[in-house]
């Protein structure tokens, strides 16, 4: 489980700024893990989790970064990304509404893992596997033009200017997502934070992405498929209005 911290012994790094295991130094500024888990939740990771795994994505188990194998995990379907997936409400909404997709989900947060973990066993999906880390480890390990749909909803907003850098909609991030990414393919950003809007609309198509549904009414509107997470939910109960932007990969 990734309860390790910055600064803690594992995160040791060399003068190239690698850890032992030849991983970049990656900052992550999130949580790992919340109030304690519910024994049931804590049964779902020990039981569930490994087998849902997409594969070896992280640093030790895979120094060499070698691919992940999606025809092994998915066969012929298209592979969906779901960045940050929170609870997994979305995730497990757009797995049992599209059994033509597979969906590889990847969260640091253990509480959010285990309450995805929930939900799959009351559903009847097998086209779920879970990172339980950071998705730029997933990228790493994904095939160039393999993912055919991308969802990054409610990313964390870090609202302080000198945190925006931080933000998932950064060069470092969105590179590696389009490179990951099939020409033509979509990437949905949900956002309730009008200036993650600024930089979101500033950064994506830097990185090789162009805007649809671009009017003003539909930065407003919800997709037709959309499923409210638990995140918009607080959003909307503290006053603030969800965007919707959507873009597609160029090439
Ligand atoms: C504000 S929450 C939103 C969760 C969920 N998408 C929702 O709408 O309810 C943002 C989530 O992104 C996750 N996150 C932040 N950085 C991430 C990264 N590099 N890779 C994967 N998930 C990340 C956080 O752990 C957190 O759970």
Redesign the pocket.
């Known amino acids: 489980m990734p309860e390790k911290k910055p600064g803690s012994a594992d995160h040791k790094t060399d003068a190239a700024g690698k850890h032992a295991s030849g991983a970049p130094w990656r900052n992550?500024y999130?949580?790992f893990k919340g109030k304690t888990l519910k024994d049931s939740q804590k049964t779902y990771l020990e039981e569930d989790l490994a087998a849902l795994s997409p594969g070896a994505v992280g640093w030790e188990e895979n120094p060499e970064r070698t691919n992940l194998d999606l025809q092994a995990l998915f066969g012929d379907r298209e592979v969906w990304l779901e960045?940050?997936?929170?609870?997994g409400e979305h995730l497990v909404h757009q797995a049992q509404n599209n059994p033509q997709a597979g969906i590889i989900g990847?969260?640091?947060?253990i509480n959010?893992v285990a309450m995805l973990l929930g939900k799959i066993r009351k559903a009847t999906t097998n086209n779920i596997a879970i990172h339980p880390g950071?998705?730029?480890d997933v990228m790493d390990v994904l095939p160039e033009q393999s993912i055919s749909r991308a969802f990054l909803?409610?990313?964390?907003p870090w609202p302080k200017t000198r945190h925006h850098r931080r933000r998932?909609v950064t060069q470092e991030h969105l590179k590696p997502l389009a490179t990951v990414l099939k020409p033509g393919a979509i990437f949905r950003v949900a956002t309730d934070i009008p200036d993650y809007v600024r930089q979101t609309l500033e950064e994506v198509p830097k990185a090789g992405f162009e805007r649809i549904r671009a009017s003003d009414a539909e930065l407003h509107a919800c997709w037709d498929d959309w499923i409210s997470?638990?995140?918009?939910q607080k959003a909307l109960r503290e006053g603030r209005t969800p965007h919707y932007l959507t873009f597609r990969r160029l090439g």
Do not use: C, I, N, S
């Open positions: 992550f999130g949580r960045v940050g997936f929170g609870g990847a969260e640091p947060y959010g950071d998705a730029r909803l409610y990313p964390d998932f997470t638990r995140y918009e």
